[in-house]
C-alpha cells in the first residue's frame, strides 16, 4: 500500500462543502490556510484573496508522484471546506519547462499492479477535489501539460497559456489511456471528435490551437503569463465572493441539466442571493457611486 508522508496544509472544517447557498451564510473567514510550501507545492498569495499553487518539481517536468497527488487533494479539500479564505486561485508549474507532464513514469517503473492502483485512487481523489472546489481557479500554463498535466488543466475553470505550451493526451502510446478525467473533460470542453482525434493519437497540438479550439481563452507572452493571469484572478476576487461562487455552481451542474431545468436550477440559485449583505452592499455602493466592499455574506 501506498503510504502518505508529508502532507499539504489543510484548512481547519468549518463548514461543508456549497451546494446551494444557506439562506444565512457565514461571515467571511480569515485567510487560515498556512502559505507553507510542502514537498510537492509552493503555496502563496500574490494578492489580496488570492491563492498561488505552483507545481514545485521543475527537476521532472512537475511530474506528479504519489505525494504531489496527496498534496493537491489536501489544499482543495481545504478549499471546498473553508470557501471564504480565499476568492480565486491560479495553478501554475516551476519553472518554465512544463506545467506538468503528467504522472511520474520513474516512479511508476516496477510497481505492482496493487501499487499501481492504490496510487491512481489518490489521483482520483485529487480530482475529485479540484472538481468540487467552489472557488473559481486559472490555470497558467507555463510548458508542456501532457496527460495527467492536461487533465489538471481541463479540471480548472479556464487556462491562459505561454506561446511555447503543448499540449498532449499521451496515455494510449503507453498501453493505458487517460484515468483523470480526460476521455470526459476534453469532449466537452473541444468537442467530441477533435478529443477523440487526440485521445486516439496522443499527437501533441499547440498554444495556438488549443485557443482556436476553446481548450485555453488566451494565449500570453511567456514573460507576462503570470501577470495577466494575475490580474484577471484579482478582478475576480474583487467580485462578490458568494456571486462568483454561486455563477460557477449553476454552470457547472446546470450544464449537466436538460435546458428548462437548468433555468429553473438558475433561478434557485440566484433567488438565495437575494437576502446577502453583498447583494445590497453592491446595489448602495452603485448609488453611491463608490467601489463596493464586499464581505461574502
Known amino acids: 500500500m501506498v503510504r502518505r508522508r508529508q502532507s499539504a496544509p489543510r484548512l481547519p472544517p468549518s463548514r461543508p462543502p456549497d451546494t446551494l447557498l444557506e439562506s444565512n451564510p457565514p461571515e467571511t473567514a480569515k485567510m487560515s490556510l498556512e502559505l507553507r510550501d510542502t514537498e510537492t507545492l509552493a503555496l502563496t498569495s500574490p494578492a489580496e484573496h488570492v491563492l498561488q499553487i505552483t507545481l514545485n518539481r521543475p527537476d521532472v517536468a512537475n511530474a506528479m508522484n504519489t505525494q504531489m497527488g496527496l498534496d493537491m487533494h489536501d489544499v482543495f479539500d481545504g478549499l471546498a471546506a473553508d470557501p471564504a479564505a480565499f476568492r480565486c486561485v491560479i495553478l501554475t508549474g516551476a519553472g518554465q519547462r512544463a506545467f506538468c507532464a503528467g504522472g511520474d513514469l520513474k516512479q511508476r ?12 485512487l489518490i489521483f482520483e481523489r485529487k480530482v475529485r477535489a479540484m472538481q468540487a472546489c467552489p472557488i473559481p481557479v486559472i490555470a497558467a500554463i507555463n510548458g508542456a501539460a501532457y496527460a495527467g498535466g492536461l487533465e489538471m488543466v481541463l479540471n480548472c475553470d479556464f487556462a491562459y497559456a505561454a506561446p511555447h505550451a503543448r499540449f498532449a493526451l499521451t496515455e494510449v502510446t503507453l498501453g493505458i489511456m487517460p484515468g483523470a478525467g480526460g476521455t470526459q473533460t476534453l ?32 494565449v500570453c507572452p511567456a514573460e507576462t503569463l503570470m501577470e495577466e493571469t494575475l490580474a484577471t484572478a484579482v478582478r475576480i476576487a474583487n467580485n462578490a465572493p458568494i456571486s462568483t461562487r454561486q455563477i460557477k455552481h449553476s454552470v457547472n451542474f446546470g450544464g449537466q441539466m436538460d435546458l428548462a431545468s437548468a433555468l429553473m436550477f438558475e433561478i434557485e440559485v440566484y433567488n438565495r442571493m437575494v437576502p446577502t449583505e453583498d447583494r445590497r452592499e453592491g446595489i448602495n455602493a452603485f448609488n453611491e457611486k463608490r467601489k463596493p466592499v464586499f464581505k461574502g455574506r
Request: charged share 20%; no cysteine; net charge positive.
Open 187 to 218: 469532449p466537452r470542453a473541444i468537442g467530441a471528435r477533435r478529443a477523440k482525434e487526440i485521445l486516439l493519437t496522443g499527437l501533441p497540438f499547440t498554444a495556438e490551437q488549443a485557443l482556436a479550439w476553446g481548450l485555453v481563452n488566451r
Open 109 to 120: 517503473h516496477g510497481m505492482t499492479d496493487q501499487q499501481w492502483q492504490d496510487q491512481h
